[in-house]
């Protein structure tokens, strides 16, 4: 009994082109989410351990809020919702590199913030008997120390915050997820188009980590 | 040098040092010997305020350490420090190690620090290690290169926070070798620390103290021989 089920390689050659286009826009959504994540979330990570409460409060709001929400919900609130409140509509693509940016952050924070208190209060004491400032210590004597540990947990949330902008489907952001989809609507050959798009998907999670593992070997002393 | 008023610390509720009152003159070697938890390493963390002093006053060379209007980084340049555990930047080279506060502190330039790094490396015994990272290094190497950081600011006074008890027997002679060396220099040197032999050797007084206080201060040949208190004694026929 036969499911009249026929594997056609040919349907995947013919989607690259087109699924290609949808790759550029995840990676390109993917660098500048995070990169807006990283400045987000080393400023609050930092918020979180600094020695006035009301910023220390401020950072753990954000952090506790994004956390505590799924991400779906973010990005339909910054597309769907924002553009009420502030009276002009947002182009997907920023909404989506913002929701990404505003949800890696939070995780980012934490990051930054678990690494920094992982490095002895001697070095910060060390730092401060030579006459550095507060912030010179954390610039030159914590930070750097605290990169390296950073490594492999940002490695860890590059590659979730990539699969993350599989939802942005939900916007009509048209990254790969999204052009799947489209193809699918066109030729209705799931099983080859999604398999596609999961390999696609798989590659680029791969390349990030081992970016990330030549990166970790370089910094090894 | 160092002046201290009537000087009292609390952790909480628990009062570890009480009314310490204590002068070092430039050029002296001061020594503090006391029990653990005697409040020794409190007392000289308060003298570059790694602790913040609960009342009473700390006066080092001739600025109020309390002070809110005096800038705390210029008395720890003045005030160097040497830990137990050493606290070297691992991600620095012993001569950055030692160079980073002449460039970022002094505001010196790169040459001109690094001359002053190899120069106090040399005189630590390390001036082949310059580009050797701390891992690379023994307990006795990194406790000299972190003498050398402290020295490479300049300081008017160094204060030793148990400066061997980190170290193996076999490497506590070269660190306090080199602190000697200091001493007959002329350093001004507050040690804290349990080596007699150093304390007799270079130390113009020595310190007891116990449970917050200072029980009794003299010329090291006095306290080691003829200690007047019971406390003193009973410390001393332990450690001795």
């Known amino acids: 009994m036969g499911t009249g089920f026929e594997f056609k390689f040919s349907v995947i050659w013919e989607s690259i082109p087109i699924l290609l286009t949808g790759v550029k826009l995840t990676i390109f959504i993917t660098a500048f989410g ?24 401020l950072g753990g709001f954000y952090i506790e809020s994004v956390r505590g929400t799924p991400l779906m919900v973010q990005v339909m609130f910054i597309y769907f919702g924002l553009p009420l409140a502030i009276g002009t509509r947002i182009p997907p693509i920023v909404a989506g590199i913002t929701a990404i940016g505003i949800n890696s952050g939070a995780y980012i924070a934490e990051i930054v913030r678990g690494t920094f208190q992982s490095i002895e209060r001697g070095q910060t004491e060390a730092g401060r008997s030579i006459g550095l400032t507060h912030f010179q210590t954390l610039y030159y004597v914590i930070w750097p120390q605290a990169f390296k540990r950073m490594i492999p947990p940002l490695g860890n949330q590059f590659i979730i915050s990539l699969k993350d902008t599989s939802l942005l489907v939900v916007v009509g952001v048209g990254e790969l997820t999204r052009t799947g989809q489209e193809i699918i609507a066109a030729n209705f050959r799931a099983f080859e188009v999604w398999l596609a798009v999961a390999v696609m998907y798989f590659i680029m999670t791969m390349s990030i980590a081992k970016v990330l593992n030549i990166i970790e070997r370089r910094l090894e002393i | 040098m160092i002046e201290i008023r009537q000087l009292h610390k609390n952790f909480g509720s628990l009062e570890v040092l009480k009314n310490i009152d204590l002068t070092v003159s430039a050029g002296e070697v001061t020594v503090i010997m006391g029990p653990s938890g005697s409040g020794k390493s409190t007392l ?22 309390t002070d809110k209007a005096t800038d705390i ?33 002094r505001k010196m330039n790169r040459k001109e620090a690094e001359n002053l790094g ?14 050797t990272y701390p891992d690379h290094l023994s307990g006795g ?100």
């Not at chain 2, 000289?44 to 350490?65: A, F, H, K, Q």
């Not at chain 2, 190899?118 to 580009?131: M, N």
């Open chain 2, 73 to 105: 980084n210029f008395i720890r340049t003045e005030a160097g420090m040497v830990f137990q555990q050493f606290n070297l930047f691992p991600h620095m080279t012993t001569l950055g190690n030692v160079t980073l506060g002449p460039l970022k502190v």
């Open chain 2, 44 to 65: 000289l963390r308060c003298i570059n305020r790694l602790e913040e002093i609960t009342s009473g006053t700390v006066i080092v060379d001739g600025y109020d350490v």
């Open chain 1, 34 to 57: 995070l990169l807006m994540g990283f400045l987000l979330g080393t400023t609050t990570g930092l918020m979180k351990i600094s020695r006035n409460p009301l910023i220390r409060r």
């Open chain 2, 141 to 240: 190497q990194k406790q000299r290169v972190a003498i050398a950081r402290a020295l490479a600011l300049k300081p008017k006074v160094i204060l030793f926070d148990e400066p061997t008890s980190a170290l193996d027997p076999e490497l506590v002679g070269e660190v306090l070798d080199v602190m000697k060396q200091l001493g007959r220099e002329g350093m001004t040197m507050v040690v804290v620390t349990h080596e007699m032999g150093f304390a007799r050797e270079v130390a113009d007084r020595v310190i007891f103290m116990d449970e917050g206080v200072i029980i009794e201060e003299g010329p090291p040949e006095e306290i080691f021989t003829h200690p007047r208190h019971e406390r003193t004694r009973s410390f001393l026929g332990k450690v001795i």
């Open chain 2, 118 to 131: 190899r120069e106090l490396l040399a005189k630590v015994g390390l001036k082949d290690k310059a580009d």
